[in-house]
């Protein structure tokens, strides 16, 4: 099944509860959904996030005081499985060696706060394809275990708010998902953002160009190479 089943009815904005009528999440959006939206109201969000996304959100809610004990031991068990099984990293849409695979699993035990880094060890452990959203750009962590259709596995959606917390989309469509790779820029990794210069041509650029938001875009930009740079600069800015 493509999507896991969102928690009927239940929504969550600015951290409170709300009910609203279900018509409302049957209609074809044309822009992503905030009320589809829940923010953990934990430390670690990025973390709670894909909790939920893997347990559901009853789930999450049944923890009650034991967040982190909870947390610690989901950690520890991915740290074990991942030691005992080092070559599932080749399956993932990220490179990575082996000397990060092991600075990765450290950070994974000792940071209190999950990072974008780390993200793709928890989708090489749940089986699952996550797509994080920051303003106007967006990164793809996903795994590919010799099967050729991203649609078999478990896709999952998570925003990062103008508060630099993450919220998770309890409801991640396939139009919210066309929404993201219509109008947002798909950046490579959080250090080289976009491919090298070769790799686009001019109107290639000005199409990601005119991606970014039109308060922040610049238009006095002349060449190609002014044009990559600029993204360049902008998307690592945002992943900051």
Known sequence: ???????????VEEKKEIIFDRK???????KPHIRDRI????????????FIAVYGYDEYNTISNHFSNREMEERQKMMDFLKKKPS??????V????????????????????????LILFCIYYNITIFVVIDDIYMEFSVNNGENNISDKEIHIIHKNTKRDYEIDLNPT????????????????AVKPL????????????????KI???????????KTDIYNYICEYCAKKIL
């Open 1 to 11: 099944m493509l999507f896991r089943s969102a928690i009927n009815n239940i929504f």
């Open 24 to 30: 409302l999440c049957e209609k074809k959006i044309e």
């Open 39 to 50: 923010c953990p109201n934990k430390m670690d969000t990025l973390f709670w996030c894909v």
């Open 88 to 93: 599932l990293i080749k399956n993932s849409n």
């Open 95 to 118: 490179k990575i060696t082996k000397v990060a695979f092991q600075e990765m699993l450290t950070d994974l035990m000792i940071n209190k706060k999950v990072t974008l880094s780390i």
């Open 174 to 189: 396939k139009e919210k998902l066309d929404f993201i790779f219509s109008n947002y820029i798909k950046i490579e990794n």
């Open 195 to 210: 491919k090298g210069i070769s790799n686009y041509t001019s109107n290639e650029l000005k199409e990601l160009l005119s």
């Open 213 to 223: 938001n039109k308060t922040e875009a610049k238009t006095d930009l002349k060449t």
